[in-house]
């Protein structure tokens, strides 16, 4: 069982000023206690369950790299980038430049995107649902394509890339990992299934059925089931009224369970060093959880 933390708020104390100082060392510290990776959102504004539009919001790939510099060892990527706020061509070009300059440790966490709000407050086009999800496999397809090194043109019904060119080539092997983010069961895990290298559902009692779904998908795309990691994002309190290390590992050991390998945590004070302690313990504790089907071999 392998522990992320994904950094969903930038309210930190001591205003702007303070923001770049206390990302680099959660950056930091998150790498020194054994995370296996650091995630955040791909927004612009902060999301509702989140708090309000108007709290501090950093762009996604500024902040990753920013991260990769403070760090040696961790994954970096976006829970997740939504297809509609960047040209495949760009997002290939962005995350590739991530994948370099961190020496290998880039994620393309993708997903069809939901905040209508944001989008018309910024001005990106929103286009109904299913153009999305069209618009997200052609990006899978694209991706894939372009990192393969084949320059040959893609012609979509939504994009159209001449020559795919990337310059210099990622440095993961044979390709950043691929994470589709969400939980929809006849769209969104069939495309799991088709191309990515992991899922990332949310931490509810419904693991089960949707693990049990993206096994159905894998089995009708002939593809193993036991190649895609199973992750879990979960909104678990390590600290103050009601968190302890303790409820954390008994939740990881559930989900270990029922077949998740990666579990990535929000934690509400994560700028608080006393978290970062605690993740350590966590780590420690998890790593010795093997999840269902999993052998140590």
């Known amino acids: 069982m392998r522990i992320g933390l994904t950094v969903t708020s930038f309210s930190w104390p001591g205003g702007p000023e303070a923001i770049g100082p206390t990302l680099g060392r959660v950056a930091r510290d998150a790498d020194e206690a054994g995370l296996a990776s650091l995630w955040v959102m791909d927004h612009f504004w902060q999301i509702p369950m989140n708090g309000a539009e108007d709290e501090p919001m950093l762009e996604g790939y ?12 961790l994954r970096l990527g976006t829970l997740v980038t939504g297809v509609i706020y960047r040209h495949p061509g760009v997002l290939l070009k ?49 991706v894939r394509h372009a990192w393969t090194g084949d320059t040959r043109p893609f012609e979509g019904r939504h994009y159209s890339l001449q020559r795919p060119l990337v310059s210099p080539a990622p440095l993961s092997g044979p390709r950043p990992p691929i994470l589709v983010g969400g ?53 678990l309190p390590l600290t103050g009224p009601g968190g302890s290390v303790d409820q954390c590992a008994d939740r990881c050991e559930e989900l270990a369970a029922h077949g998740i390998e990666h579990i990535i945590l929000s934690i509400p004070d994560v700028h608080d060093p006393r978290s970062m302690d605690r993740l350590a313990e966590l780590v420690a504790r998890a790593g010795k959880l093997i999840p269902a089907g999993r052998s140590l071999a």
């Open 62 to 73: 500024s902040a990753l790299a920013f991260a990769a510099a403070h760090t040696r060892r």
């Open 183 to 235: 939980s929809g069961e006849r769209k969104t895990l069939r495309l799991v299934a088709k191309y990515a290298d992991a899922c990332n559902l949310f931490d509810t009692p419904e693991v089960p059925h949707k693990l049990t779904v993206l096994r159905e998908h894998c089995e009708r795309e002939g593809r193993p089931y036991d190649e895609i990691e199973k992750t879990v994002v979960a909104r």
């Open 94 to 142: 962005t995350v590739t430049t991530l994948d370099v300059l961190s020496g290998g440790r880039a994620w393309l966490g993708i997903g069809a995107g939901w905040y209508d709000a944001e989008a018309a407050g910024l001005g990106i086009p929103f286009p109904p649902v299913a153009e999305r999800f069209e618009r997200l496999e052609e990006t899978l397809r694209i």
